[in-house]
T-cell receptor
């Protein structure tokens, strides 16, 4: 089946530093990837839609200068949290859509736990 | 506009008894509907999906869901709960014709299973 990986699985960083999270589709090509954020005991909140070779589309209220998304290839999208603050601590999950599929099924990565101290 | 409502934030059952997790949706188009499960500190696992084929959808681990257009519902059921079923469950909707659009998540239902 389709597999999506995320790296790192968890990261602790100091306030003011930047953190990069990678999302990779391992056995399929993904023209579109999505980045979600999940707070404890809450549902997933879509942050942005990432399309290969073009700028990401951010949801309302998400700071594009703080959450930099790059989708440079059909198998890799990265989310960089710039100048991280404790309130950015969260569980970040990416998903990817197989461009060969007609239907809108997405495959989810295992998530990255970010803790900002 | 699409939306999904999970009617129960928390469901508690005893091991061996049936499970019912309720979900209602709203969609302007023909929807794709999904149920995902998330165990603590883990990613999402797809349980099953409805994509306009059979209205009764069978998934993994003995779960199934029935698409009822007249009731705009997609409830998740399992005949007999197992302790390992304790987790967070998300009902998700997407437009079947809108490839590349994001999924819309319900708020989630926490399933607790007691022995």
């Amino acid at each position: 089946g389709a597999v999506v990986s995320q790296h790192p699985s968890r990261v602790i960083c100091k306030s003011g530093t930047s953190v990069k999270i990678e999302c990779r589709s391992l056995d399929f090509q993904a023209t579109t990837m999505f980045w979600y954020r999940q707070f404890p005991k809450k549902s997933l909140m879509l942050m942005a839609t990432s399309n290969e070779g073009s700028k990401a589309t951010y949801e309302q209220g998400v700071e594009k200068d703080k959450f930099l998304i790059n989708h440079a290839s059909l198998t890799l999208s990265t989310l960089t949290v710039t100048s991280a603050h404790p309130e950015d601590s969260s569980f970040y999950i990416c998903s990817a859509r197989d461009y060969k599929q007609v239907l809108n099924e997405q495959y989810f990565g295992p998530g990255t736990r970010l803790t900002v101290t | 506009a699409q939306s999904v409502t999970q009617l129960d934030s928390h469901v508690s059952v005893s091991e061996g008894t049936p499970v019912l997790l309720r979900c209602n949706y709203s969609s302007s188009y023909s929807p794709s509907l999904f149920w995902y499960v998330q165990h603590p500190n883990k990613g999402l696992q797809l349980l099953l999906k409805y994509t306009s084929a059979a209205t009764l959808v069978k998934g993994i681990n003995g779960f199934e869901a029935e698409f009822k257009k007249s009731e705009t519902s997609f409830h998740l059921t399992k005949p007999s709960a197992h302790m390992s079923d304790a987790a967070e469950y998300f009902c998700v909707v997407s437009d079947i014709d809108q490839a590349g659009t994001a999924l819309i998540f319900g708020k989630g239902t926490t399933l607790s299973v007691s022995s």
